[in-house]
DNA sequence: CGCAAGGGCGCACGGCGTGCGCTACGGTGA
DNA sequence: TCACCGTAGCGCACGCCGTGCGCCCTTGCG
């Protein structure tokens, strides 16, 4: 990592192309990716990204206006990686369905952007958001709703998605940085939970009850509220009377 | 603001009473909660809390173990806000709407939440989120839930509410950060957006709509997801056939 | 072959969180 | 009454951070 002997001659001196500027957005945004992943939000500092660039910290700004804007590029990456799948056989509820776990998984892989989300949000203009989001609105309007209840039902199943994508990349956040397994953070917590819970009789109860997998216990959760909002969802669409 | 006179004589000099040892970690949460409402989360340094509260920033650090922890506190203050009506006439779904609005209501009051949220998610221990979640927990028990199930509706709506308000709080902060209300924000805005969504057909249709007043647009956005999540958590308690 | 454009960088500024060790105050036992 | 000691408050300093400025060098163009 650190640089080679100073003295280069004419000869050996790394010629660059102009048409590869040696920094590019994309490259900046990759590499701020995979710093994210690796090491989460606090270890992102311009120095560091432009360290495993080979560049200066500074150099950095004649691609990318500041850090915030940097993140924007960088979330909207992410939502790039979400798969919107077609309608097969009228069955809306499993492309929903399968649509919402990709978003959940996309959030749970890149779990520090649980706290970029709450200073960007949604409502910027990024190209894989709008496209994201167009494909949706037209999941839910083949499904048979109009196109104003379709935004609404988008939100609703998009705010639940965010709901516990948020909280559980936030605990997996902390369970890294203790460094063990999540099995093993749940199992040293225990008894301080067993004892903070003592005089709420409810929580103590779901704390004592023995709780198997941690992770398929999340996403049998994550299942369960999603289903429940389809069914409300559902509802609106066959009337029942 | 400024220091007086650095000359005091042994007379004049002000006598520290140690029963009120003018910090107090109450205090320093209290400060910090007025300063995080009134100017947002990246104006909350140590140094300029303390000089709120006529102290230097290191001397803090005598209530409080460090940064994250005194968030932690201020957030548990913010969820000590919320409030958990009983069931009245057997109206669980009244009960669990009024509380989701009351803590929809406590997280916008303090839209800086939003981006915290991410960090300590729901997971640690502050003493108003146990009480606030044992009587949510009791409120389902109450509805008719077994205990288990119980604990996924109160996670599924409590997902949906935090979903839908940390969205909301971001778009608040943008909003906030421009110095206009959200109206003139949202009119200054249109052109982009209308220009942005061009290439997608559904997108633009939305947002050429004409849009009513927005903040009652949010609400109904936010009781609309909320009632079909109740209406799927409802057909769970009565099983139709 | 000279020149303008612009990418990369060294430097510096002001601000951040926070560890360390000193000071002085006030309650306590002799 | 007085010496003592636990502890709140603070000044200083360290190593980070984001980023504006102005210089230099490369490069493609006329």
Redesign the interface.
């Known amino acids: 990592m650190a640089a080679e002997e100073p003295v280069v001659s004419v000869w050996t001196r790394p010629r660059r192309r102009r048409e590869q500027p040696a920094l590019s957005r994309a490259q900046i945004v990759a590499a701020a990716l995979e710093l994210l992943d690796a090491e989460g939000l606090e270890a992102l500092s311009m120095r560091t990204l432009g360290a495993r660039l080979d560049a200066a910290a500074t150099s950095l700004y004649r691609h990318v206006a500041n850090k915030d804007e940097l993140l924007e590029l960088v979330v909207d990456e992410v939502y790039g990686q979400i798969e919107v799948p077609e309608i097969r056989d009228g069955d809306w509820r499993r492309a929903v369905t399968a649509c919402a776990a990709s978003t959940r998984a996309a959030l749970l892989r890149h779990a520090w952007?649980?706290?970029?989300?709450?200073?960007?949000?949604?409502?910027y203009?990024g190209p894989n958001v709008?496209?994201l989001?167009?494909r949706m609105?037209?999941l839910f309007?083949t499904a048979g709703f109009r196109?104003?209840e379709?935004?609404?039902?988008l939100?609703?199943v998009?705010?639940?998605?965010?709901?516990?994508a948020?909280?559980e990349?936030?605990?997996l956040?902390?369970v890294a940085r203790s460094g063990r397994t999540e099995q093993e953070w749940i199992d040293r917590l225990r008894p301080?939970?067993r004892e903070?819970?003592k005089?709420?009789?409810?929580?103590h109860?779901?704390a004592t009850?023995e709780g198997g997998d941690a992770e398929t216990s999340r996403g049998d959760?994550f299942a369960?509220?999603l289903?429940?909002?389809?069914?409300?969802?559902t509802?609106?669409l066959t009337p029942?009377e």
Chains 1, 2 share one sequence.
């Open positions: 952007i649980a706290s970029v989300l709450g200073q960007t949000g949604l409502a203009l709008m496209r989001n167009e609105l037209a309007e196109p104003a379709a935004d609404r039902a939100g609703a998009m705010a639940y998605v965010i709901g516990t948020t909280t990349a936030a605990w956040t902390t301080a939970l903070a819970t005089p709420y009789p409810r929580l109860a779901l009850a959760g369960y509220g289903e429940r909002m389809l069914d409300g969802l509802a609106r029942t």
